[in-house]
């Protein structure tokens, strides 16, 4: 009884998702040679698009798409049908969903709602686009990006808030490619439709709403996993100032699952590292700074010059927010928070979300002086559809 109930309230959720939304193009396997792909249809009725033709999709049909040429090949039940510049597998109906999978087996197959389009780029390769509704996209990002660290709805409603802004404010990224995001991390990761009913229900609570600032703009809503305590301003991250990215003190991640960590390194490295950095050595106060790097006061910005953000991607450190200390022939180093603290704590939104505060609230306090607003998130789509249209003209 509980599975039919929650399976009823997903699907309840997913129909008022789509209803009177729009569509995105975001590209699946963007980062992936793809050359041959299954199509199943999973879940309602789908038909295919192909030349001037279509037909309807049957269950039980085995439906294969091939990059040959500069065209894609289309095989239904092992029978080639042709090759074609443009095929599409449209759905009918209000609640669809389907199966793409790589004939490579080291690729994972996926499963996504609406529509799926099928071209070739220009390395000859399968170019999937996912036709979707903005909702559910958003649902399948927050999932990508957050599930498995709570099952609190409250933060995946301010987290779908996060993912809607990115979203609108980098729609256009990939305008001349002729569709707005891909899947990869050079957009939001996105691996498909979401399952889970507290990330959808999440979505569904946050339908229209923008985080803004001030003035009523748009802001960019970074985030990361865990501040250590303390999130940094973007200009020592980024070199840019922002208003609503300030660093301030975070206890809500204080003792959470990734505000702790430590390194060791040989002695020998940690040295030679800066010594080829153009560092003296051999200074007495700088030999035992090294060893005695502290941060306890308060975050910093570099290292004798060099910028944190520099030494953690050179050591693969989880933050820059660390203190040193000799232990034998290594040096410890004893960190707090994970990525680049910038923005929202995901750890410390769903410590706020559990102790009861208000997504809004959650979003008031990562992002200096902004608050959230609803707007009509059709006419965003539309005007950027519009920009696609006339660039391929």
Not at 194 to 223: C, H, M, P, R, W
Not at 364 to 389: A, H, M, P, Q, W
């Amino acid at each position: 009884m509980k599975l039919l109930k929650k399976l009823l309230l997903i699907a309840f959720i997913g129909f008022s998702l789509v209803s009177n939304a729009q569509k995105i193009n975001v590209r699946i396997y963007a980062a992936k040679p793809i050359k041959e792909v299954s199509f199943v249809s999973s879940f309602g009725r789908y038909k295919v698009k192909f030349g001037e033709n279509e037909t309807n999709i049957q269950k039980t049909d085995i439906i294969k798409l091939r990059a040959k040429d500069d065209k894609v090949e289309l095989l239904i039940n092992d029978s080639i049908i042709g090759k074609y510049k443009n095929i599409s597998f449209l759905s009918q109906g209000l609640m669809n969903f389907f199966l793409v999978r790589p004939s490579d087996s080291t690729i994972k197959e996926g499963r996504y709602d609406d529509n799926l389009m099928v071209s070739i780029d220009s390395k000859n390769r399968l170019k999937l686009i996912n036709n979707i509704e903005t909702e559910s996209y958003i649902a399948g990002v927050v999932q990508a990006e957050t599930w498995g660290a709570t099952k609190n709805v409250d933060f995946f409603k301010l987290q779908a808030i996060c993912v809607r802004n990115y979203l609108f404010m980098n729609i256009n990224k990939h305008i001349k490619q002729g569709y707005h995001m891909c899947d990869d991390v050079h957009c939001q990761a996105y691996k498909g439709r979401a399952n889970q009913v507290e990330v959808i229900q999440g979505a569904y609570n946050s339908k229209s709403e923008v985080i803004v600032d001030s003035a009523g703009n748009l802001i960019e809503t970074l985030f990361h996993s865990n501040s250590g305590g303390e999130t940094v301003n973007s200009e020592d991250v980024w070199s840019k100032p922002f208003s609503h990215l300030v660093g301030k003190k975070d206890s809500f991640s204080v003792g959470m699952k990734a505000y702790e960590w430590e390194k060791y390194i040989k002695l020998k490295d940690w040295r030679r590292y800066f010594k080829d950095k153009g560092v003296n050595i051999k200074d007495d106060s700088i030999k035992n700074e090294l060893i005695n790097f502290s941060q306890k006061e308060g975050r910093k910005k570099d290292m004798f010059g060099i910028p944190l953000v520099q030494i953690r991607k050179d050591f693969g450190l989880r933050s820059t927010f660390f203190d040193c200390q000799e232990w034998g022939s290594e040096v410890k180093l004893k960190g707090r928070g994970y990525g680049h603290g910038v923005g929202m704590s995901q750890e410390g939104a769903i410590n706020m979300c559990d102790q009861g505060f208000e997504y809004w609230q959650v979003i008031e306090f990562y992002f200096t002086g902004s608050k959230v607003k609803r707007i009509e998130t059709d006419k965003i789509i539309n005007n950027i559809n519009e920009l696609i249209i006339n660039d391929n003209k």
